[in-house]
Nanobody, 121 residues
Framework: VQLQASGGGSVQTGGSLNLSCAVS??????????VGWYRQAPGNQRELVAA???????HYSQSAKGRFIISRDNAANTVFLEMNNLRPGDTAVYYC??????????????WGQGTQVTVSS
């Protein structure tokens, strides 16, 4: 199973970006209990941004609540992250992950390649 992330870019403070994570290969989006977006800024650990379970229940970090919306299209095997009111603190490489747990990263997780999000003031 492969995850392909896309949609990063550069915006100014207050702008919006949409990220996509497409699942392909020998499996589907239902190969995972949850698919989520995680980010890593230079010098920081990778952290959860938002995730959505196979049943469609979303989970958000405190930073993402009220600004970001995660959704999934099961037929398209794709998870989306709509990011609004972006701030410079959102600048990071964003990764999508498919796995069993939202909160714990394990060796059995599948990761997509990162996509850079840069927010300028």
């Amino acid at each position: 199973v492969q995850l392909q992330a896309s949609g990063g870019g550069s915006v100014q403070t207050g702008g919006s970006l949409n990220l996509s994570c497409a699942v392909s290969g020998t499996g589907s989006i239902f190969s995972f209990n949850a698919v989520g977006w995680y980010r890593q800024a230079p010098g920081n650990q990778r952290e959860l941004v938002a995730a959505i379970t196979s049943g469609g229940r979303p989970h958000y970090s405190q930073s993402a609540k009220g600004r970001f919306i995660i959704s999934r299209d099961n037929a398209a095997n794709t998870v989306f992250l709509e990011m609004n009111n972006l701030r410079p603190g959102d600048t990071a490489v964003y990764y999508c992950k498919g796995g069993h747990s939202i909160w714990v990263m394990t060796d059995s997780d599948h990761w997509g390649q990162g996509t850079q999000v840069t927010v300028s003031s």
